[in-house]
């Protein structure tokens, strides 16, 4: 098979991991691995319009569209702005963030235990310098 499947390999069962991972854990927020997201774009980028959500998250707008429906039934509200309807994160939104982001620090930092500093400022690197590569253009 070659070093690319190994490649694809890796990234598939990070990614399997990663969503068994937070799904365990955000079901306790009464949130999806499908949602955590969006809330950490609204939350961290309030009045944030969808199509800026979407070039934020790398998602398609149709995707962000469907998702941004059933976060307004609790974790987001709209609010017309100047030129299109902003996004603002509910009081729920609020509450949940901090829980969100230490569910993802703690998979993070278990994923990359074992490594020492050094080795893991130059996985993030190399990682970034993947994703700028691969992630759709704007």
């Given at each position: 098979?070659?070093?690319?499947?190994?490649?694809?390999?890796i990234?598939?069962?990070?990614?399997?991991?990663?969503?068994?991972?937070?799904?365990?854990?955000?079901?306790?927020l009464?949130?999806?691995?499908?949602?955590?997201?969006?809330?950490?774009?609204?939350?961290?980028?309030?009045?944030?319009?969808?199509?800026?959500?979407?070039?934020l998250?790398?998602?398609?707008?149709?995707?962000?569209?469907?998702?941004?429906?059933?976060?307004?039934?609790?974790?987001a509200?709209?609010?017309?702005?100047?030129?299109?309807?902003?996004?603002?994160?509910?009081?729920?939104?609020?509450?949940?963030?901090?829980?969100?982001?230490?569910?993802?620090d703690?998979?993070?930092?278990?994923?990359?235990?074992?490594?020492?500093?050094?080795?893991?400022?130059?996985?993030?690197?190399?990682?970034?310098?993947?994703?700028?590569?691969v992630?759709?253009?704007?």
């Amino acid at each position: 098979h070659g070093p690319y499947w190994d490649y694809i390999k890796i990234f598939s069962v990070i990614y399997w991991q990663s969503q068994s991972f937070c799904a365990k854990r955000l079901k306790d927020l009464g949130v999806t691995c499908g949602q955590f997201m969006y809330i950490l774009c609204i939350c961290e980028h309030p009045g944030v319009s969808q199509e800026k959500v979407a070039e934020l998250t790398c998602i398609d707008k149709s995707t962000v569209a469907k998702a941004v429906q059933q976060l307004l039934q609790g974790a987001a509200e709209q609010r017309r702005g100047p030129e299109v309807n902003e996004l603002y994160p509910t009081e729920k939104a609020k509450e949940i963030y901090p829980k969100i982001v230490e569910i993802i620090d703690s998979f993070n930092m278990g994923q990359l235990e074992g490594l020492t500093d050094i080795e893991r400022d130059i996985f993030i690197r190399l990682l970034q310098k993947v994703f700028n590569h691969v992630k759709p253009k704007p």
